[in-house]
């Protein structure tokens, strides 16, 4: 079993990224953002991540499908196989 690093990055960023942008909706609007000049960072950061995460799990999944879809390589009698 071949994982790709970017579906579980993916995933990681887009899970923070919903956060980030629930909060950020749900306190719109609201006092603390006086400190920041009116900026809702949680919500611009939110979106960022969400957009981030979605293209590391749809790259990630599209690489995962080619490699799984590949033939083994295949392997000399007497040798072994090391690494991928």
Do not use: C
């Amino acid at each position: 079993m071949n994982l790709d690093l970017r579906i579980p990055m993916g995933l990681m960023f887009t899970l923070v990224g919903l956060i980030l942008t629930v909060y950020g909706i749900a306190t719109a609007g609201s006092d603390i953002y006086i400190r920041s000049l009116g900026i809702n960072a949680n919500l611009e950061w939110g979106v960022v991540l969400l957009i981030f995460g979605s293209m590391m799990f749809i790259l990630g999944r599209r690489g995962q499908k080619k490699a799984d879809a590949a033939p083994p390589k295949p392997v000399a009698e007497g040798e072994v196989r090391r690494g991928h």
